[in-house]
């Protein structure tokens, strides 16, 4: 079955930039998106569409992609952005859809 | 706005079957396709399927084919989901969220939102 593979965690001071990234073979040609997950809530969208930044979404949140490979990138870290991240996307055929293992930030 | 409210939790014994329901309001519930997602306990998101609400068409994920069975009443707009054999594994809370694509536009990116409240299942002797 398809995957995309996580870091397991990483860590950023405040202000710092985190960057996550997300591979799978079928990034070249499936959207990735991104979520942000609190405890205790359901995830919310963070980027679509590789690069795409909802409405409401601060600016500091940035989506890119590179081949098989995706980034979530958090610009000028803050301590409401420490969280569990999920990147989702689709097969190559676009049927079955598929997270990440997810990635826990943390802001020291 | 547009919400989604599931049913309350559940406990349950191996072998038992649970079925979860997701109430939709606030849009045109049969242009947005619905997903299942569930969390086990500190773990990550999983994919569990997705409903057609308009004609009820179905696909679920290779793992749980044979085990779950999506439905929906569009009478009273709402989305379930049944998961059947149950084991100690499938403790999690249960999600469902709807596509954010409308169906009725030119295809495009698609999504996950916003999604119901969960709902946690135990499956415990």
């Known amino acids: 079955s398809y995957e995309l593979t996580q870091p397991p965690s990483v860590s950023v001071s405040p202000g710092q930039t985190a960057r996550i990234t997300c591979s799978g073979d079928a990034l070249p040609n499936q959207f990735a998106y991104w979520y942000q997950q609190k405890p205790g809530q359901a995830p919310v969208v963070v980027i679509y569409?590789?690069?795409e930044r909802p409405s409401g979404i601060p600016e500091r949140f940035a989506g890119s992609s590179s081949g098989t490979t995706v980034t979530l990138t958090i610009s000028g870290v803050q301590a409401e952005d420490e969280a569990d991240y999920y990147c989702?996307?689709?097969?190559?055929?676009?049927?079955?859809?598929?997270f990440g293992g997810g990635t826990k930030l943390t802001v020291l | 706005q547009v919400q989604l409210v599931q049913s309350g939790a559940e406990m349950k014994k191996p072998g038992a079957s649970v079925k979860v329901s997701c109430k939709a309001s606030?849009?045109?519930?049969?242009?947005?396709?619905m997903h299942w997602v569930r969390q086990a306990p500190g773990q990550g998101l999983e994919w569990m399927g997705i409903i057609n609400p308009n004609d009820g068409s179905t696909h679920y994920a290779q793992k749980f084919q044979g085990r779950v069975t999506m439905t929906r009443d569009t009478s009273t707009r709402t989305v379930y989901m049944e998961l059947i054999s149950l084991t100690s594994e499938d403790t999690a809370v249960y999600y469902c969220a709807r596509d954010s694509r409308d169906t009725t536009m030119v295809r495009g990116p698609s999504w996950f939102g916003p999604w119901g409240q969960g709902t946690l299942v135990t499956v415990s002797s």
């Open positions: 569409a590789d690069t």
């Open positions: 606030g849009y045109t519930f049969i242009n947005h396709y």
């Open positions: 989702q996307s689709a097969d190559s055929s676009a049927a079955y859809r598929v």
